[in-house]
C-alpha cells in the first residue's frame, strides 16, 4: 500500500509538505493515491489537468473560535473548523464531529474521505466535513445549546442547501443538530430545511438515518460474502464501539441471522455469548448514556472486560465501528488466526494499513470505511430529497431506496476492482470508483 507509482509520488510529498504534522490525513491520501498507480496510467488526462494536486488540496479551510459560557458563568473557548474539501459533484455534504481529538488533520482525513464515499452513493454531493474540540460528554443540554448556538453564528455565512450541507457524526447526534439548526434558522430567518441532515422526524428529519450507517456496513458485508456463496446467517460477529454505527450494524447482523457476541467503548468491552441484547444497549448507551459496563451489571449472559481489545474475541465477522486507527496489525493477525472471513469499517478508518494489509493477505474480504459506511450520508441525501420536494417518506420506502444505493455502492467497488487488475479488492475498487467520477467531473469543469 505504501508503494507509489511514480506519478503519483511526488503529489504525496506535496501533501507532506503542505500539511506538516496532520498524519491522519497524510495516512488517508496515502491509502486512496496508493492504488491509483493503473488509472494514472490509463488517463493521463487527469495528470495533465493536475486533478490529483487539486483532489488532495481543499477548496476552503475554515478555523474559528468559538466562546461560550458554562453553567457556573465561566467563559470557554473552543476551535471550530469546516473543511470544505471539493464541490465537483454537488455541495459539499459531511458531518460535524464534537470531540477532543479534533483538529485540523482529523478533520481533513475525514473531508478527503467523504469526497470518495460521496461519489460511491451515486447521488449529487461533494465531501467535506468539520468539527470542535468540544466535548459534550458531561456538559448540561444548556451548555450544549449555548456552544452549539455560537457555533453556528459564526458558520452560518458558509452553509446553505446548494452550498455547504453538514450532518452529525461522533458527540454530534439529535440534540445537537437540533440547536445547531435552530440558530441557523433564526439567524437566516428562514426554514431552510436541507442545510442540515440528520434532523428530528417533527422538523424535516428522515426516517433510517439514525439507522443507516449501520445498517448499510452489514448490507455490503452481506454483498460482499454473496461473491464467496456465503451468507451472514448462522456467522459469529464482533462489533466494536457501542454508539449508534455499532449499536445498528449489531441490530441488522441479527435480523440477518448472526449472532452478534461482543462490543466495546472506551472502558473496555463485553462479551455476550447469549447475542447481544440491542434493547438493553440501547437502554445502557442511549437513555442512560452509561459506560458498558452497565450492560454486564444488568445482563447475566454478559462479561465486562476492563481495558484490552474487543479482537481478542473469536469471530467469523469483525465490524469495526468505533474510531479511526483503533485496530491495529497485531490485532488484525489475532482476528486471522481466529477464523474471520469479512471485515467492513463501519467507522471512518478504523483500520492501521498494516491491519489492512494483514487481511488482505490472510484471504479476509475487507470493506473499506468509504464503501461500507456510506449508508449514512446516503440517506442524508435521501433526506435533502424529502426537503426539497416538501415531502416525507416512510420507514420502509427509505430502508429499500438505502438498501439499494448500497447494493449500488458494492457493485460499482467490485466493477472497479475489476477494471482496474484487482478483483475482489474493495479498497482497490471503493478508491478507483470514487475518484475517476470525481476526476472525470473536475474535468468538465475547468481549472475551478
Not at 430502508?399 to 444505493?405: A, D, G, K
Amino acid at each position: 500500500m505504501s508503494h507509489l507509482d511514480p506519478l503519483l509520488a511526488e503529489h504525496y510529498e506535496t501533501v507532506l509538505q503542505r500539511n506538516p504534522g496532520e498524519q491522519e490525513f497524510h495516512q488517508a491520501v496515502l491509502e486512496v493515491l496508493g492504488t491509483l498507480g493503473p488509472v494514472v496510467r490509463k488517463h493521463r488526462e487527469y495528470v495533465d489537468a493536475a486533478i490529483i494536486e487539486r483532489i488532495c488540496e481543499p477548496e476552503r479551510q475554515l478555523i474559528f473560535r468559538v466562546p461560550w459560557t458554562d453553567d457556573a458563568g465561566q467563559v470557554q473557548i473552543n476551535r471550530a473548523f469546516r473543511v470544505e474539501f471539493n464541490s465537483a459533484l454537488g455541495p459539499y455534504k459531511g458531518g460535524m464531529r464534537f470531540h477532543p481529538s479534533v483538529y485540523l488533520g482529523i478533520v481533513k482525513f475525514l473531508g478527503f474521505e467523504q469526497i470518495f464515499k460521496n461519489a460511491l452513493t451515486g447521488m449529487p454531493i461533494g465531501g467535506g466535513k468539520g468539527g470542535s474540540d468540544f466535548d459534550p460528554k458531561g456538559r448540561s443540554d444548556a451548555e450544549v445549546m449555548r456552544f452549539c448556538q455560537s457555533l453556528m453564528t459564526e458558520l452560518y455565512r458558509h452553509l446553505g442547501e446548494y452550498t455547504d450541507v453538514p450532518a452529525g457524526d461522533i458527540g454530534v447526534g439529535g440534540r445537537e443538530i437540533g440547536y445547531l439548526f435552530g440558530q441557523y434558522k433564526r439567524i437566516t430567518n428562514r426554514y431552510e430545511s436541507g442545510v442540515l441532515t440528520g434532523k428530528g422526524l417533527a422538523y424535516g428529519g428522515s426516517q433510517v438515518r439514525t439507522e443507516a450507517t449501520g445498517y448499510g456496513t452489514v448490507w455490503f458485508t452481506e454483498e460482499m460474502l454473496k461473491t464467496r456463496g456465503q451468507s451472514l446467517s448462522g456467522r459469529r460477529v464482533v462489533v466494536s464501539g457501542s454508539g449508534n454505527v455499532a449499536i445498528y450494524a449489531a441490530q441488522k447482523a441479527i435480523a440477518l441471522g448472526a449472532q452478534v457476541v461482543a462490543c466495546s467503548d472506551s472502558s473496555g468491552y463485553v462479551v455476550d455469548e447469549a447475542g447481544l441484547d440491542i434493547e438493553l444497549l440501547r437502554q445502557v448507551k442511549e437513555v442512560d448514556r452509561a459506560r458498558i459496563s452497565a450492560y454486564a451489571d444488568e445482563r447475566g449472559s454478559a462479561t465486562f472486560v476492563a481495558g484490552g481489545s474487543v479482537w481478542d474475541v473469536p469471530c467469523e465477522v469483525a465490524l469495526p465501528c468505533a474510531t479511526q486507527n483503533e485496530l491495529d496489525g497485531a490485532e488484525a493477525r489475532t482476528l486471522v488466526e481466529n477464523g474471520v472471513v469479512a471485515v467492513a469499517e463501519g467507522a471512518n478508518m478504523p483500520c492501521t494499513p498494516e491491519a489492512v494489509d494483514v487481511f488482505q493477505a490472510g484471504g479476509v474480504l475487507f470493506a473499506p470505511g468509504k464503501a461500507a459506511n456510506a449508508g449514512g450520508v446516503a440517506t442524508s441525501a435521501l433526506e435533502m430529497q424529502q426537503n426539497a420536494s416538501r415531502d416525507s417518506w416512510t420507514f420502509a420506502h427509505t430502508e429499500e431506496r438505502l438498501h439499494e444505493i448500497m447494493k449500488g455502492v458494492h457493485d460499482r467497488c467490485a466493477t472497479a476492482a475489476e477494471e482496474y487488475g484487482s478483483p475482489g479488492d474493495y479498497v482497490a475498487g471503493a478508491n478507483i470508483s470514487g475518484f475517476v467520477q470525481v476526476a472525470d467531473a473536475m474535468l468538465a469543469l475547468g481549472v475551478v
